[in-house]
């Protein structure tokens, strides 16, 4: 049982570059979401997604672009890395928008730029 | 000051023991309240869904919300060294498109064979 598939697992960037961070789900969710984790900080939400063709910004959008792809496919793009995007990533689904619904996490990627 | 405050712990106990977990909040609108269990290099898991005020029990896991005090917990009984791991709370004020969950900053449990 796949879930939510995050790629890469692990990236080391220098300052200034650009990334792709992919998510893929395949339990035919409608909503996805990007969050990023810090030590003491919890996760904060930096885009969702509703729905396939629409996209919110969350709490930390800026730096950050995201794109949904397809009702599977939630990406998050940085165009030019900064040493305080140094994070761990998670992508999330749910069925729905509903607070009652569980948010499906996968297993992160953890990005480090110097 | 952060809207959800969580003690960061670590917390260590012996197996068996009860634990209890905290979370304290400032936004009067938050009313669905989760628990997120996070194991080492993994993605958060739901563990406890409660909506507005009272108890909730699922096996040796128990939650509480206190919104007067704006105070949530959660219990764990007959505690095992599988529980190793960080809790997350979480909390929305609303459901629908747009709602966002809110994070405490997660509290790290260690239990002891």
């Known amino acids: 049982n796949a879930g939510v598939t995050q790629t890469p697992k692990f990236q080391v960037l220098k300052t200034g570059q650009s990334m792709t961070l992919q998510c893929a789900q395949d339990?035919?969710?409608?909503?996805m979401y990007w969050y990023r984790q810090d030590p003491g900080m919890g996760l904060r939400l930096i885009y969702y997604?509703?729905?396939?063709?629409?996209?919110d910004k969350g709490e930390v959008p800026n730096g950050y672009n995201v794109s949904r792809l397809n009702k599977r496919e939630f990406s998050l793009r940085l165009e030019s890395a900064a040493p305080s995007q140094t994070s761990v990533y998670f992508c999330?689904?749910?069925?729905?928008?509903?607070?009652?619904?569980?948010?499906?996490f996968g297993d992160g990627t953890r990005l480090s730029i110097l | 000051q952060k809207e959800v405050e969580q003690d960061p712990g670590p917390l260590s106990v012996p197996e068996g023991a009860i634990v209890s977990l905290n979370c304290t909040y400032s936004?009067?609108?938050?009313?669905?309240f989760m628990w997120y269990r996070q194991y080492s290099r993994k993605g958060p898991e739901l563990l406890m869904y409660?909506?507005?005020?009272g108890n909730k029990e699922d096996g040796r896991f128990t939650a509480q919300v206190d919104k007067s005090s704006k105070y949530i917990s959660l219990f764990i009984r007959d505690s095992q060294p599988s529980d190793s791991a960080t809790y997350l709370c979480?909390?929305?004020?609303?459901?629908?498109?747009?709602?966002?969950?809110?994070f405490g900053g997660g509290t790290r449990l260690m239990v002891k064979p």
């Open positions: 999330a689904s749910r069925v729905g928008t509903s607070s009652n619904q569980p948010q499906h």
């Open positions: 936004n009067s609108a938050f009313q669905y």
């Open positions: 979480a909390m929305s004020g609303r459901s629908g498109a747009g709602n966002m969950l809110t």
């Open positions: 997604s509703a729905s396939e063709g629409t996209t």
């Open positions: 409660t909506y507005s005020s």
């Open positions: 339990m035919n969710h409608n909503s």
